[in-house]
């Protein structure tokens, strides 16, 4: 069974301060990461997927497979990031269901 | 640029009513999925669909059907709505494999 734990239900960091929120999984293969992000009373959209190696709005993420992590990082953080991000994951090959996390909500304090 | 509507932004409905959630994508995606987001449990699958009526159960799909007969919408039912349907109903759509998901609006669905 895959799935993915994000233990921060609020985090919360002054402007300017770096921003790390924390994405494990638990998956047998060669899985697929996602973030994706929500800002206020708008809709649900992706952020960024691994294999893709970009660094978007200024996030990045690094998939460890040692740790099984996909943490979600920022080294200054803007108002304009606070949100809600969930961590989703994906195995590979054919269709593969998405697993989502339960969602950080990120709260940048001016 | 891809868009996915939802027919409803917020709905409300009596318990044991039968509920119709319409979803329509036109990016021609062959993936569609039906997701229920509410706090603290964050988004759950209730069904996916990989083509024209074909149809797979998520995690929770205990209470609810789905109906695809165009490639472009996807329908969700509640047969009998029940108070703990109250959510916020998020539909989604993809190109096949693993590929990044649009989604709707979401419906909030309250259930008295």
């Known amino acids: 069974a895959q799935r993915v734990t994000q233990p921060e239900k609020l985090l919360s960091v002054f402007k300017g301060a770096p921003v790390e929120l924390k994405c494990n999984y638990s998956y047998s293969g060669s899985p697929e990461l996602f973030w994706y992000v929500q800002y206020s009373r708008q809709r649900l959209q992706l952020l960024l997927r691994h294999i893709s190696r970009e660094s978007i709005k200024g996030f990045t993420a690094d998939l460890n497979k040692g740790e099984t992590s996909f943490h979600l990082k920022k080294p200054f953080a803007q108002e304009e990031d606070s949100a809600m991000y969930y961590c989703?994951?994906?195995?590979?090959?054919?269709?593969?269901?998405?697993?989502f996390g339960t969602g950080t909500k990120l709260q940048v304090i001016p | 640029d891809v868009k996915v509507t939802q027919s409803s932004r917020y709905l409300v409905k009596r318990t044991g009513e039968k509920v119709f959630l319409e979803c329509v994508q036109d990016m021609d995606h062959e993936n569609m999925f039906w997701y229920r987001q509410d706090p603290g449990l964050g988004l759950r699958l209730i069904y996916f669909s990989y083509d024209v009526k074909m149809k797979e159960k998520g995690d929770i799909p205990e209470g609810y059907s789905v109906s695809r007969e165009k490639k472009e919408r996807f329908s969700l039912i509640l047969e009998s709505a029940s108070t703990n349907q109250t959510s916020m109903y998020l539909c989604?759509?993809?190109?096949?494999?693993?590929?990044?998901?649009?989604f709707g609006p979401g419906t909030r669905l309250t259930v008295l």
């Open positions: 989703a994951l994906s195995g590979n090959g054919g269709y593969q269901k998405v697993t």
């Open positions: 989604a759509s993809s190109f096949p494999g693993v590929d990044t998901q649009y």
